[in-house]
């Protein structure tokens, strides 16, 4: 396996996003999350994220980086971590894109992290949808 | 809620309303959503050594602010330098440390100050909130500065209820 995918969010979140996604593309441990409290002490979240990230660097050859906010905490934090070029890291994420990236690096075949992120970027994006204007 | 004011080179006075909140997280969601379109601010000040020094850290910070909003860095011995550069008039101040907030409006006009979130990880704390803790010394700082006549108010987004903190 050559990704590994972290989801980091405000509160839960991600937790519950992760939870979902494994109902639909099945059992993963190449997807897992943080969450990002307000009571907590802002070097512990940053350990948290490096020992996670760390952990998943020695299993995988990269970790993709999923956040809920560009400019939230969770992002904030998030984006220091491309200081190494094994990590990407994608603002603003939603289910469709997961689901994507889940089903993405879990194929053996995965292209590059470059091409991952171009293609999941844009994936959801496509995926929001206007109710009237995709039906009428 | 404060003025400063400076005498500028053309001999006219250029005066500047200085809003101070210490949040250990400095730019983040509830300063760009909440506070700065409460207050109207044009310009946002972090003062922070380590964030001074670290330009990456300055970019990430920086992304989610809106463009016509100016950020500025400073180490938090050089605020005084960076503050009369600013070309904003509504000028919201960030303090990731309590520590730092007496040297920061030393020679400011400070009527308020605004604390955020705040967990430090070391000393003997105090837990004022849910969102604000400090340590029995920082405690004593802020008293200090409230017994100056400064208003100190806990209080993480603007429609929320503030919490003071006394000096006695």
Known sequence: MKFGIIVATHGDFGKEAVETVKKIVGEHDYVSYISVDYDK???????????????????????????????????????????????????????????????????????????????????????????????? | MRLWKKSSSSGGEVEKEIYVRVDDRLIHGQVVHGWVPHLNIDTIVVADDRVASDTLQQKILSLSVPPEIEVCYSSVSELLKIIPRCKGKRILLLLSRVGDLSAAIRDMKVRKINLGNYHPSEGNIVKLSSFFCCTDEELKQLKEIAREGIDIEIQNLPDEKAEKIYYN
């Open chain 1, 41 to 136: 002490n802002l070097s512990i979240i940053q350990e948290e994220f490096e020992k996670l990230v760390n952990k998943f660097l020695k299993k995988y050859r990269h970790v993709l980086i999923l956040t809920d906010m560009f400019g939230g905490t969770p992002s904030n934090i998030s984006f220091g971590f491309v200081r190494t070029e094994k990590v990407e890291v994608i603002a603003g994420f939603n289910l469709p894109m997961l689901i994507k990236a889940a089903k993405l690096v879990g194929d053996n075949n995965a292209s590059s992290l470059n091409e991952i992120v171009t293609t999941l970027a844009a994936y959801g994006k496509d995926n929001i949808k206007i109710a009237s204007r995709a039906l009428l």
